[in-house]
């Protein structure tokens, strides 16, 4: 099952990303698919940079879990965006919808 985690590698990048894991005879593998750093701003908010957009990685890409600190799941607003934004796929907003107001003029 292919599940939005955040993982912190042991490098120190925090990648999101869609996460499928496997059993192997070399050990667990996580394939990240649609794999972004996450990178935070001087202003206090979050930026996804595409982790290694030099590569064809349309399948994702495969990382031993030996090789990885921790696995969390993202707050439901950013995974929402991560799923709109990164990987265009259809979801259903967590926010109430804003009715606009209706503005008669005469």
Same mark, same amino acid.
């Given at each position: 099952? &292919? ?71 993202? &707050? ?31």
């Amino acid at each position: 099952i &292919q599940m939005v985690k955040i993982i912190r590698l042991e490098s120190g990048e925090e990648i999101i990303a869609k996460v499928t894991e496997t059993t192997t005879d070399g050990g667990v593998l996580y394939n990240l698919k649609d794999a972004c750093v996450l990178v935070p701003t001087q202003e206090g908010k979050l930026m996804f940079v595409k982790w290694i957009p030099y590569a064809s990685v349309k399948d994702g890409i495969s990382i031993l879990k030996s090789k990885t600190v921790f696995v969390v799941d993202p &707050q439901p607003e950013l995974e929402d965006h991560f799923t709109s934004v990164i990987t265009n796929d259809l979801f259903i907003p967590s926010k109430k919808v804003v009715k606009p107001e209706l503005t008669l003029s005469t």
